[in-house]
């Protein structure tokens, strides 16, 4: 009986998961349509990247809904799909890296070790950790630009090779059945 029960649960879970994935891959279709121009597609990825990367906590994603309300041409999808990248599981390392950058370039926070942090020294540590956010999310943020609009060139050229094919197919297949 139980194992019936985990047998539906998990059938349940994966047709779930499988109309979520199918919805996603709809709206990416959708994202590299023709609706947006793939600069707009590719600043609109790489706006959201920029954004993902800073320290937020969690306030980023209303910071999206405010561009997407305020700006015509911005891709939704596109911004949205960033926080697919930098998602919270992946936020902790880019936390990390840039706080360790930030120590790098500032120096060391006096007063504070790893494993003795103190109240008075936050706001140095803030300090190291949105310099080397910044930095951190502008070097992803340009490349994201540039592999986002080669993806969604290709994928337009892909797509319109197929409906040329297709509407090659079609036409012949009128022509005979005039004849």
């Known amino acids: 009986m139980i194992r019936r029960r985990i047998g539906r649960w ?3 879970l994966r047709r779930r998961l499988d109309r979520w ?5 709809a709206e990416l279709r959708r994202a590299f349509a023709d609706e947006y121009s793939s600069v707009e597609v590719s600043r609109s990825f790489a706006l959201g990247v920029f954004i993902t990367m800073l320290p937020t906590l969690g306030t980023g994603v209303l910071l999206f809904f405010l561009i997407a309300w305020l700006f015509e041409r911005v891709s939704k999808i596109a911004l949205f799909a960033s926080v697919l990248v930098f998602n919270p599981a992946v936020k902790w390392g880019v936390y990390g890296a840039s706080f360790t950058l930030g120590t790098l370039l500032l120096g060391p926070v ?8 103190t109240l008075s020294a936050a706001n140095d540590v803030v300090i190291r950790l949105v310099v080397g956010n910044l930095i951190l999310a502008v070097v992803a943020a340009v490349p994201s630009y540039f592999v986002c609009h080669r993806v969604v060139k290709a994928f337009r050229a892909a797509d319109l090779a197929i409906v040329e094919s297709v509407e090659g197919i079609v036409e012949r297949d009128e022509d005979a059945a005039e004849e």
């Open 21 to 25: 994935a199918e919805r996603i891959r």
């Open 10 to 12: 998990t059938e349940r």
């Open 110 to 117: 006096e007063g504070a070790t790893p494993t003795a942090p």
